[in-house]
């Protein structure tokens, strides 16, 4: 039998038909199915947040809502447009002190001298203010704060005593001087006309007022928040949908506008108000919206990784103790303005510890690298509120104040402390 020889065609394989590939699918971020299954979806994402530790300001909102409950059933008259103005009058100078303190707890730092800055920069405008126009006495009282505020943080930062001790000192040094200042008087009476008078005794009489700057912050409200939600979805990142923009800006628009009616039921708006919310909008901004806030929150992260990404860590140290000496010598005027002059015993007593109270309670963190400006707002209208009611109560010796104000401020440390844990085991500090 004979064979036939192969050609090379006769060994050529079958092609094979390769399986047609599976199509990519894209990754989906989690956080973007949360709009996608409705209110389930929001509800799952708040179990979610509250077992990882990020809670926000959900407690301090929560206990002004049981502190207004408690004390309108235990007075009957709690909740009133007095007890508002009342609030609003006393909270604004340790709340715009407050601010200060935040800047430096996002570093992890204290700040334990802004009550004594901001007695001692009462101090320098009611002396200066016998002798000169009033706007320059009050640009030198707010210009020591800065320049105290650079001196604590040049030791701190330079020469590297810890914060602590460099504040300490001052708390007491700057007592001193205020003393010194003052000379043998014990009160200056605030001139008559002057603008520090004004910032506590002034009132927009007009209801359009109130009622203008509540529309105004309801329109900067939603339009802040869609302005963000369309940026992020440009950039295919999760973002709001409309309708939870909406609801958010009617729960504000609710709050904004019964504070407006309860204002213009009293005596109007109060400038101070104003102006205090003026200063939050622009810290708030100079914190979230520049390199400089990112740089304090990256230095109150980790000073070595900060430093290695070529962040001024000394700079950004010493920047934040100025902002807090400024914010302390305007929140001392405003002292100043509500007692009615500058005096030996303005920014003492228990002023120091309302204003970290306040940062703390807020929702700042202690530990650094967390926080918000808006902390001192919620947390001074609670120490406040808390106050307040008390007086009605006729309960409003000191011994009392300060043990409600102590418990309340351990508590938020707890919950702080309790909320970093937390996050550390779900990964997310």
Same mark, same amino acid.
């Given at each position: 039998m004979s064979t036939t020889p192969r050609t090379s065609e006769d060994t050529v394989p079958e092609p094979r038909t390769e399986?047609?590939?599976?199509?990519?699918?894209?990754?989906?971020?989690?956080? /973007?199915?949360?709009?996608?299954?409705?209110?389930?979806?929001?509800?799952?994402?708040?179990?979610?947040?509250?077992?990882?530790?990020?809670?926000?300001s959900l407690p301090v909102v929560v206990g002004l809502i049981v502190i207004g409950i408690v004390f309108q059933a235990l007075t009957g008259n709690f909740i009133t447009s007095y007890n508002l103005d009342q609030i609003t009058l006393y909270a604004v100078g340790p709340g715009i002190m407050a601010v200060g303190i935040v800047f430096v707890l996002l570093l992890g730092e204290?700040?334990?001298?802004?009550? &004594?800055?901001?007695?001692?920069?009462?101090?320098?405008?009611?002396?200066l203010g016998t002798d000169m126009p009033d706007g320059l006495a009050i640009l030198l009282g707010?210009?020591?704060?800065?320049l105290i505020g650079a001196f604590h943080g040049m030791v701190f930062a330079k020469i590297g005593v810890p914060a602590f001790v460099v504040t300490l000192a001052g708390f007491l040094g700057w007592a001193g001087l205020q003393t010194w200042v003052m000379g043998d008087r014990s009160t200056i009476p605030t001139p008559i006309g002057s603008f520090v008078e004004d910032l506590t005794k002034y009132y927009f009489s007009d209801v359009a007022a109130a009622y203008g700057l509540a529309v105004a912050v309801i329109a900067g409200f939603y339009l802040a928040q869609?302005?963000?939600? %369309?940026?992020?979805?440009?950039?295919?990142?999760?973002?709001?949908?409309?309708?939870?923009?909406?609801? %958010?800006?009617?729960v504000l628009a609710v709050l904004v506008?019964?504070?407006?009616?309860?204002?213009?039921?009293?005596?109007?708006?109060?400038?101070?108000?104003?102006?205090?919310?003026?200063?939050?909008?622009?810290?708030?901004?100079?914190?979230?919206?520049?390199?400089?806030?990112?740089?304090?929150?990256a230095v109150g992260g980790g000073i070595e990784a900060a430093r290695r990404a070529g962040i001024n860590v000394d700079w950004?140290?010493?920047?934040?103790? *100025?902002?807090?000496g400024t914010m302390g010598?305007?929140?001392?005027?405003?002292?100043?303005? @509500?007692?009615?002059?500058?005096?030996?015993? /303005?920014?003492?007593?228990?002023? /120091? *510890?309302?204003?970290? @109270?306040?940062?703390?309670?807020?929702g700042t963190s202690l530990f650094g690298g967390r926080g918000k400006v808006w902390s001192a707002l919620l947390g001074i209208l609670v120490i406040q509120s808390i106050v307040q009611?008390?007086?009605?109560?006729? /309960?409003? &010796?000191?011994?009392?104040?300060? *043990?409600?104000t102590g418990a309340v401020l351990l508590i938020a440390v707890i919950i702080d402390s309790v909320s970093r844990r937390t996050q550390k085991t779900a990964g997310r500090a």
């Amino acid at each position: 039998m004979s064979t036939t020889p192969r050609t090379s065609e006769d060994t050529v394989p079958e092609p094979r038909t390769e399986a047609p590939a599976a199509a990519a699918v894209p990754a989906v971020d989690p956080r /973007l199915l949360v709009r996608e299954q409705g209110f389930k979806g929001y509800v799952d994402e708040f179990k979610r947040k509250i077992r990882s530790g990020e809670i926000g300001s959900l407690p301090v909102v929560v206990g002004l809502i049981v502190i207004g409950i408690v004390f309108q059933a235990l007075t009957g008259n709690f909740i009133t447009s007095y007890n508002l103005d009342q609030i609003t009058l006393y909270a604004v100078g340790p709340g715009i002190m407050a601010v200060g303190i935040v800047f430096v707890l996002l570093l992890g730092e204290i700040d334990l001298a802004v009550g &004594s800055v901001a007695g001692l920069a009462g101090s320098v405008w009611g002396v200066l203010g016998t002798d000169m126009p009033d706007g320059l006495a009050i640009l030198l009282g707010i210009l020591s704060g800065t320049l105290i505020g650079a001196f604590h943080g040049m030791v701190f930062a330079k020469i590297g005593v810890p914060a602590f001790v460099v504040t300490l000192a001052g708390f007491l040094g700057w007592a001193g001087l205020q003393t010194w200042v003052m000379g043998d008087r014990s009160t200056i009476p605030t001139p008559i006309g002057s603008f520090v008078e004004d910032l506590t005794k002034y009132y927009f009489s007009d209801v359009a007022a109130a009622y203008g700057l509540a529309v105004a912050v309801i329109a900067g409200f939603y339009l802040a928040q869609l302005r963000d939600s %369309r940026r992020r979805k440009a950039a295919e990142l999760p973002h709001r949908p409309q309708s939870e923009i909406i609801l %958010r800006t009617a729960v504000l628009a609710v709050l904004v506008l019964v504070a407006a009616y309860g204002f213009n039921q009293e005596k109007g708006l109060p400038l101070s108000l104003v102006i205090f919310l003026v200063i939050l909008l622009a810290t708030d901004f100079v914190l979230r919206r520049t390199t400089y806030g990112r740089q304090v929150f990256a230095v109150g992260g980790g000073i070595e990784a900060a430093r290695r990404a070529g962040i001024n860590v000394d700079w950004i140290r010493i920047s934040v103790f *100025m902002i807090s000496g400024t914010m302390g010598a305007v929140g001392g005027l405003f002292l100043a303005s @509500a007692t009615g002059g500058a005096d030996r015993s /303005l920014g003492g007593g228990n002023q /120091l *510890m309302m204003c970290i @109270a306040a940062a703390v309670i807020g929702g700042t963190s202690l530990f650094g690298g967390r926080g918000k400006v808006w902390s001192a707002l919620l947390g001074i209208l609670v120490i406040q509120s808390i106050v307040q009611g008390l007086n009605q109560m006729n /309960l409003s &010796s000191n011994a009392i104040q300060y *043990m409600i104000t102590g418990a309340v401020l351990l508590i938020a440390v707890i919950i702080d402390s309790v909320s970093r844990r937390t996050q550390k085991t779900a990964g997310r500090a």
